[in-house]
């Protein structure tokens, strides 16, 4: 009976779900992305991989359809694993084969994947769906729910929710609610109480307003928004903007977090009052950069590094009024301005460690301390803290040997985790945990930011033939193809005082990324345009060449 059912998987891929591409397509750095349509049967087969994976871990697993930050025509899909991470990278194998083999393979694949993990068909799995703002979201989550009743599975839709929020649907439904009720709701009320707890009776407090100007990116990040709103009243008020409606074109169009990011400018859609502070989320709410236009109308940006110093030296300073022993780490990637990573090592005297790009990387590397920190520079990343962190925290709590002030900032800690959806980054989450910072040290964005000065940096794009034959290792910071390229780049940085550059190809969009930083603005754009350069003429290069 268990092999007869995979007969459907056929049918259904055969008359509704063909594969109509016959490019291979890869599982990247957040799943697989390209235009929304393309991406018809990989859903179908995402579903059917997703009911494998939760028979096989016997948990509910989670399928996000979304394409976050890249522009509206493209779209996407993650996969969930059952404590909220992403899918675990020896998967990503699997995802990859079930996506692009041939429609009349499909049953055989299937067999492979139950035969090598030795999956029982029979368990009854949910799989838990969401999707962003996307106008090609509805019917691709028609097919993925095809490719989950395929196998019998069943599929619980959450309708339109950011990627933090299914992250964190699929962590309590599996903690059996251990990590809080798996409805938006239960999500709203959990953050939305631990956040007023911290915030007391004194809304403004020394240097900092309670007010933020929120660029939502004409996305599902400005829907969520107006429901936090609602419930956090008086006590932080969101102006929000860049809410267009579904279908508009708008979606990340100049403006989010990450085109606040990349381009260093101000988005378009939200007004520029001086010395604001502003926040822009992505297309999926799970990326936050802030900033900020001062009186000369410079544009000042705080983004995921300047989150994660601030965050670690609080969670560093709180856990030393506790009196109890953890350890702290903070995770960056190589795009981390190198002010960013000197400041942390020689100021905080927090442990860095560098990896690969993409929250699973970080993730994971976080989960080896008692409190770790991770953010990638643009805006995306969280803080984890393991169970044996909590329980030395709540068993404290109870304890005779601490004193009254001690057991006070226990609390505050115990309560700032509330705050935070561990399970992934999570852009209104990080939100409320900067604002509780800056609100508690008493800061506007200008306190913030004088803990130390960015060094010059800039992200270039390169178009090239294909992207693969670039290859890194050491955390992407070094390049071993093509041949000759990292002594050329070695020897351009060499030019240049402070100057650091990496090269890698994107896992998201099919373009190669250039970084660069140095001591000046000029010195910096001139080595990003050196780089870029020698990319384009050392790994094929198409179209207009960068120009120096
Ligand atoms: C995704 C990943 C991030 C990554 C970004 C860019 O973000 O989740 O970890 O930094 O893509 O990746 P790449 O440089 O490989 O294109 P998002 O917000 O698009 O999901």
Redesign the pocket.
């Known amino acids: 009976t268990n092999m007869a059912s995979f007969r459907t998987v056929y049918a259904f891929a055969r008359e509704m779900h063909p594969k109509t591409e016959k490019a291979d397509i890869q599982y990247?750095?957040?799943g697989f992305?390209t235009k929304a349509s393309k991406l018809g049967y990989v859903m179908y087969r995402m579903g059917l991989l997703a009911v494998l994976r939760a028979r096989y871990k016997k948990a509910v697993i989670g399928v996000m359809i979304?394409?976050?930050?890249?522009p509206e025509p493209d779209n996407g899909v993650?996969l969930v694993d059952p404590h909220g991470e992403m899918l675990e990278q020896s998967w990503e194998k699997w995802a990859t084969k079930f996506a692009n083999v041939g429609d009349d393979q499909l049953e055989d694949v299937i067999k492979e994947i139950v035969n090598e993990f030795n999956i029982d068909m029979t368990n009854r799995v949910e799989i838990f769906i969401g999707k962003d703002t996307r106008p090609s979201s509805p019917s691709l989550a028609k097919s993925l729910m095809d490719g989950v009743l395929a196998l019998s599975g069943k599929p619980v839709d959450f309708g339109i929710v950011t990627?933090p929020q299914l992250h964190y649907f699929v962590t309590c439904k599996n903690t059996r609610h251990a990590y809080g009720v798996p409805t938006e709701v239960g999500y709203y009320i959990k953050l939305v109480t631990a956040f007023k707890k911290l915030r007391g009776e004194e809304y403004n407090k020394g240097n900092y307003k309670n007010l933020i100007f929120y660029d939502g990116a004409n996305g599902v990040g400005s829907k969520k928004i107006k429901i936090f709103q609602e419930q956090l009243g008086e006590c932080l008020n969101v102006r929000h903007f860049n809410d267009a409606g579904i279908g508009t074109g708008k979606l990340n169009f100049m403006c989010g977090a990450?085109y606040v990011k990349s381009t260093q400018s101000f988005p378009t859609g939200v007004p520029v009052e001086k010395n604001r502070r502003c926040a822009s989320v992505?297309?999926?709410a799970?990326?936050i950069v802030y900033y900020y236009v001062d009186d000369e109308e410079n544009f000042h940006l705080m983004d995921g590094d300047r989150i994660a110093t601030l965050i670690a030296s609080y969670l560093k300073e709180l856990l030393q009024k506790t009196g109890i022993d953890l350890n702290l780490g903070l995770i960056q990637?190589a795009?981390a301005n190198g002010a960013s990573t000197e400041y942390i090592t020689k100021q905080l005297k927090v442990p860095v460690a560098c990896v690969s790009?993409?929250?699973?990387h970080?993730h994971h590397k976080a989960l080896e301390y008692d409190i770790g920190v991770y953010f990638?520079a643009?805006g995306?990343g969280t803080v984890v803290f393991s169970q044996a962190a909590k329980d030395k925290l709540k068993e404290a709590l109870k304890s005779e040997d601490k004193s009254e002030t001690e057991k006070k900032a226990i609390e505050r800690f115990l309560t700032l985790i509330d705050v935070i959806n561990e399970t992934v980054?999570d852009a209104i989450s990080d939100m409320l945990l900067v604002e509780t910072i800056l609100h508690d040290k008493g800061w506007d964005v200008k306190d913030w930011e004088a803990a130390y000065t960015d060094l010059p940096n800039k992200l270039v794009k390169v178009v090239v033939e294909d992207r693969n034959v670039i290859t890194t290792t050491n955390a992407e910071r070094i390049c071993t193809s093509p041949n000759g390229l990292q002594d050329e780049i070695n020897s351009l940085v060499a030019k240049y005082s402070k100057g650091r550059s990496f090269v890698?190809?994107?896992?998201?969009?099919d373009i190669v990324?250039v970084y660069a930083e140095a001591a000046t603005k000029e010195d910096t754009d001139r080595l990003a345009a050196e780089v870029a350069k020698k990319v384009y003429d050392m790994a094929g290069g198409t179209g207009p060449a960068p120009v120096i």
Do not use: I, Q
Request: neutral net charge; aromatic residues 2%; glycine residues 14%.
């Open positions: 990247g750095t957040a992305r979304t394409a976050s930050h890249n993650k990627t990450d992505d297309g999926d799970d990326r990637t795009y790009t993409g929250v699973k970080l990638e643009n995306h980054g890698r190809p994107s896992g998201t969009e990324r």
